[in-house]
Nanobody, 117 residues
Framework: QVQLVQSGGGLVQPGGSLRLSCAFS????????MGWYRQAPGKQRELVVG???????NSADFVKGRFTISRDNAKNTVYLQMNSLKPEDTAVYYC???????????WGQGTQVTVSS
């Protein structure tokens, strides 16, 4: 059974940085595409950035140049480095994985990111 455990997040001032982590277990990490989504109050969940099993990256326009996704296949972990944070980045951030083989998706528990002075 795939399990995802998120860490990181919290309160940061505008212009600050945070790093989110998502630790994966229960299957073969390298065959999964991984991504970060976010959901702000009253809004739909949206893709922030994704990385394929082969390392190809797809970023939303609103985070290009500010957020970076990376995966460590040795540690079975995906990271989201968030720089130059803005108040509009405030949301619950979710880790997502999708198997290249079965297409089955799994979600992390979510972590709150609040950008405020």
């Amino acid at each position: 059974q795939v399990q995802l455990v998120q860490s990181g997040g919290g309160l940061v001032q505008p212009g600050g940085s945070l790093r989110l982590s998502c630790a994966f277990s229960g299957s073969i990490f390298r065959i999964y595409a991984m991504g970060w989504y976010r959901q702000a109050p009253g809004k739909q969940r949206e893709l922030v950035v994704g990385i394929s099993s082969g390392g190809s990256i797809n970023s939303a326009d609103f985070v290009k140049g500010r957020f970076t996704i990376s995966r460590d296949n040795a540690k079975n972990t995906v990271y989201l480095q968030m720089n130059s944070l803005k108040p509009e980045d405030t949301a619950v951030y979710y880790c997502n994985v999708r198997s290249d083989v079965s297409g089955i998706e799994y979600w992390g528990q979510g972590t709150q990111v609040t950008v405020s002075s």
